[in-house]
């Protein structure tokens, strides 16, 4: 007590450069608890106190509290999000690329409706006009709507056939079936964990409906909770507009949801709104579905991808907090 009318009297250097460095402590004190309460990183305060606090700063007490605000800081940025909805795309995701419906569905089932209902003369006439407009849309109803418009096609396309021709001839049976890793996948994630269940793709309504009953998840997925791409036309994946649409119809907001997804270019438009994201990442081979055609091919390293992996049955093991409810990226990423 006796010691601060000395030190206003001028006293020693010493005692003057201490006095400095209690005050400068104490600054560190205040910046430190504001960290542990979520505030921004103490390294900028500490380097400003450093400065004018010459004295203070021949000491390691403020390395050592950078480094602890450091820490902090990369735990905040770490720290789990809460989520409940969870957003499915339905092709070589629900299932795997490998399996070979995506190929046979565009390859096969796809030329023949255009050659039977849309005119054209042969396979390879029609399978040149629908590879340009899936380039350009990722879509074949949106594509052969577009096509329609201008003049490609040598009849006129109506939405309504394509769902129900691939619906009637994909050959479901001969490259998926009954899912029962998926069927319980997804069941404890909604009864268990609570969470709401959304498919959409950018295939039409009717096809999407059979995928899911092949797969035996249809029950896991109301009909109010399944959008195809004729629920958001003109838009459709990978534009914003599309997303924000399915988002709004389940009263979802992007923050609290995860895109399940094989394509890069869906990854960036839902990671660009605010949602989480978990890229399905296979090793087909020559298999590699719509994806690959379209020259969207998997990039676990970008940085819009939140978890990576390879089947999305693999999921639990790979983001296991997402059965509480939190989606955090893990530490690596599988799949790589």
Known sequence: MTMLPALRGGTSKSSRNWLLAVLAFASCLRTHFSVSRGAPDVGSDAKQGCAGNPAFCGSRLPVAWSSRAAFLG????????????????IDDTLYPASSGLSDHRMQNVTVRFMVEHLGFATDQEALHVWTEYIQRYHSTLKGLTVATEEG????????EDLGKFWADNCEFERFIGQDLQ?????????????????????????????????????????????????????ACKPEAEAFKRVLDSVGASPERSVMFEDSMKNVRACKALGMHTVLVKEHAGDLEGEANLLADVPQPDDPAVGAVVSRVTDTKGVIPQLWKGQFSKPSSKPGK
């Open 74 to 89: 990369r735990n905040a940025r770490t720290s789990a999000a809460e989520v409940d909805t969870l957003f499915f795309d």
């Open 182 to 234: 998926l069927v319980d996948m997804l069941g404890t994630l909604q009864q268990e964990a609570g969470f709401k269940l959304v498919a959409f793709t950018n295939a039409p309504r009717l096809y999407a409906l059979r995928v899911l009953e092949v797969l035996g998840v249809s029950s896991l997925f109301p009909d109010d909770h399944v959008f195809a791409v004729e629920d958001v036309m003109p």
């Open 152 to 159: 490609r096609l040598p009849k006129p396309f109506r939405q």
